[in-house]
């Protein structure tokens, strides 16, 4: 077992996210402690250490554990699991927190009652991460380009514990701070998203895909009922990254081919090329976390009387591609209903 004291960070989930914001912590000399399930990639780190490649190249010493190994009481967890994972992370995560503890998600989604429904709902709060980043190997992970790293409490307050956190956090990023509107910030990560969960629809290459005027008007129709699905449930969506929701919601011609545009320019110079969705079908050849994602977004627009019959399209395509019984496809895009702007 591996008992540590209770001032450790805990990252559950050492994988694309979890691993690289532990990594950067533990370098400037934070004391992480990393969770994962996998064992090859635990015992790699382990031996040798965890590597980041890419946008910067180095490797930290770092302890890592599988969650049958843990034991003592922490503050702070950061979970960093795929969205399909996160009720079992969850319930084995809050086994471990201390009396004033809570679980930070470091996810896609919005995961807060499933989080809550195991920790207690003044024991979550939320964050959004937006870079991209694979593993490549057990212990070691390809960051494959910056984006932002906002924390929120979930309703909104200023909190000492996320002040606290964010002095650690600026160890990977030095533009991590705290909003009031966190929500706010996931909704208009959950539109971007939605624009490249669609390019996993097929095998082109992200930069090149969003340049192409003949598509933008199908994946801009899912971004757009994403964000306008927030609205109605009250959030405002907050463009991250040089997405324009504003421009979504009102069908802002310019707004959003230069949302487009910034996207193709931003991916052109990534080394990332397809999305982690895309990965996840085509190399990992594993389920991936479009339906969990979803979920909660079309449930949100059923409950306010909105159209989601596209985002279950998309849904449905992407589990059919997971199944083997759908290929991929250009002509998969053109099942999504074009936005007309």
Not at 40 to 66: M, P, Q, W, Y
Not at 100 to 109: A, R, V
Not at 318 to 335: M, S, V
Request: aromatic share 6%.
């Amino acid at each position: 077992m591996n008992a540590r004291a209770g001032n450790t960070i805990v990252v559950w989930g050492a994988g694309a996210i979890g691993g690289i914001i532990g990594a950067y912590m533990a370098r400037a000399g934070v004391d992480v402690l990393l969770v994962d399930a996998d064992k090859r990639h635990v015992a790699a780190i382990n031996e040798c250490g965890l590597s980041i490649t890419g946008v910067d190249d180095f490797t930290v010493k770092i302890d890592a554990v599988t969650p049958d190994n843990l034991a003592g009481t922490f503050e702070t967890v950061l979970l960093a699991v795929k969205a399909h994972h996160t009720g079992s992370a969850a319930a084995s995560a809050a086994r471990f927190l201390s009396g004033d503890g809570y679980i930070l998600s470091l996810q896609n989604g919005l995961n807060d009652d499933a989080i809550a429904a195991h920790a207690g709902g003044g024991r979550v709060a939320l964050s959004l991460v937006n870079f991209a980043s694979d593993v490549t190997a057990p212990g070691v992970i390809h960051y494959g380009g910056r984006g932002s790293l906002v924390v929120g409490e979930v309703d909104g307050r200023k909190s000492e514990r996320l002040a606290r956190l964010c002095d650690s956090l600026k160890a990977f990023d030095e533009t991590v701070h705290v909003t009031d509107n966190v929500k706010g910030y996931l909704w208009g990560k959950i539109g971007y998203g939605g624009i490249l969960i669609a390019t996993a629809l097929t095998n082109e290459r992200m930069a090149d895909l969003l340049a192409d005027r003949r598509w933008r008007p199908h994946l801009a129709s899912v971004a757009r009922d994403i964000v306008t699905i927030a609205r109605a449930a009250g959030i405002e969506p907050v463009g991250v990254d040089g997405f324009d929701a504003e421009a979504f919601l009102t069908g802002d011609a310019a707004g959003i081919d230069a949302t487009f545009e910034g996207m193709a320019e931003h991916y052109r110079h990534s080394a990332k090329e397809r999305s982690g969705v895309w990965r996840d079908l085509a190399v990992n050849r594993r389920k991936t976390e479009v339906g969990p994602l979803m979920e909660p977004v079309i449930s949100a627009g059923r409950k306010a009387g909105l159209p989601v019959e596209n985002l279950k399209t998309l849904v449905a395509m992407i589990g059919e591609i997971e199944l083997g019984t759908r290929d991929f496809g250009l002509k998969n895009l053109e099942r999504l209903l074009p936005l007309n702007y």
